[in-house]
């Protein structure tokens, strides 16, 4: 959702409420990934919310990472993570922040909570309170701890900070109503002990605080006004709301810089999902660990790294997110049309070269060995402010193996036995005779050239259906193409809510397919990160696995938009 593409939305509609009634001075929001993975797109729909919401209300937008977790979380991840939101080309202006900064707080409170009868240690088994915890259409059971004193449990509770007892031995529990509706209110965890070193804190803590807990009062104490989140988390919002409002956050105060606020408000808008697109951490982790793929920036990947590392721009991206806009009900998007908005951005701004990806040569007969000619093309017909460059014509050429066939069917344009196309900015050739091997596959094609008809003279007006691309043997750059498919074989996506069937089956076995062919010599001076359209083949983004002599590129996208708008 950019501000340009999105005028209005259910989301800017509350809070313009808000503002009206006077409950806040200032919008501040936030963007709070936990940092054990990298970014993936379906991050972006809420990253590009977050950060845009606030740039339209000139107000702030924190990044805070949710390091609640440390049996999973790395520096790479912070690293990374920072990384793809500048080249999303947003800064987090209300400051950067992490859930570990708020421990002692997080602490303290959990402690008053205690004092307070609000919480209390509990010592069930995982199994036992799942047991006790009730269904859907059954209310749960009380603990036996349940009323275990006040001091009793605050005693425990340091215990438990003080490293006494092993994982599992006891938790926190918030004591809420295990008759609620919602299971989420039935005396949820708020501490469980773990002996795991933090990426920041080290050992200093073998408790640490669980999500529901500890975001909102994050939220709360970085003056948050609005959380904005995605639907699976609208179940949580009223202990959300329990814990900000029992922490003392609710009460009108003001933030540091003397804006009036109370407190924060969440608002759920539905997730992003993308068919045949893995849209789950824990899947995409599943897919670098067993060796699926070659790591988080493998271009298969719908991580914005991968991304980054094909070729796909940050322009396209938010273009992606702001034509899926905002809604309250989850839905699934053509992966189409994230191709279309990639297609639609380079379209418009990379050069036009010529790479040939499955070569079979062609053989002028008719034209001097050693004789060149020297060709002047463009490098954008939309763009002359692009400039043109030179390309030598020699005898031996390469083509298409798909530009020619023997049999063709009717209304094949391309190159066939006595037929004749146009090189691309160069001659008319005609193909004469074919030279196979002893398995019967093409090895060249005899031609004879018009040596009239060259672009730009005289006899160019002499015209012919079919016009190739094609590369001169004998300034030829060998290069490799990685062709990229979707990772998933058929159309429905993959989520954190699980698959019907294990993910691994539909994974689709051509989603990488690696060509050698030859490209200009432009390649060869190509930096890393480079993109063109190679002529009626894609676009291509030079990888960093090149030689210098051996230019790597991956597919960003095909030519071919199949995206259709309802």
Known sequence: MSIEAERSNFIWDAIDEDLKAGKYERVHTRFPPEPNGYLHIGHCKALVTDFDTAQRYDGLCNLRFDDTNPEKEETEFVDGIMEDIRWLGFEWNGGLFFASDYYQQCYDIAEDFIKRGLAYVDELSQEEMREYRGTLKEPGKNSPWRERPAEESLNLFRRMKAGEFPEGRYVLRAKIDMASPNINMRDPVMYRILYKEHHRTGNDWCIYPMYDYSHPLG?????????????????????????VEQAGFRAPHRDKLGALTHGPRQIEFARLNITRTVMSKRYLRRLVEEGYVSGWDDPRMPT??????????????RDFI?????AKADSTVEFALLEHCVRNDLGARVPRVMAVLDPVKVVLTNWEEGKTDTLTLENHPDHPEMGERTLRFSRELYIERDDFMEDPPRKFFRLRPGGEVRLKGAYIIRCDEVVKDEDGRVTQLLCTVDLDSRSGSPGAERKVKGTLHWVSAADAVPIKARLYEPLLLDDEGVNEEGDKKDFISRLNPESLR???GFAEPVALGASVGDTFQFLRVGYFCKDRDSTPTHPVFNLVVGLKDSYRPN
């Open 219 to 243: 939220d709360a104490i970085e003056n948050i006004t609005h959380s904005l989140c995605s639907l699976e988390y609208e179940d949580h919002r009223p202990l959300y709301d329990w814990v």
């Open 514 to 516: 690696v060509m050698e």
């Open 322 to 326: 702001g034509r899926v806009g905002l």
């Open 304 to 317: 914005l790294i991968a991304m980054r590392r094909r070729g796909y721009t940050p322009e396209a991206i």
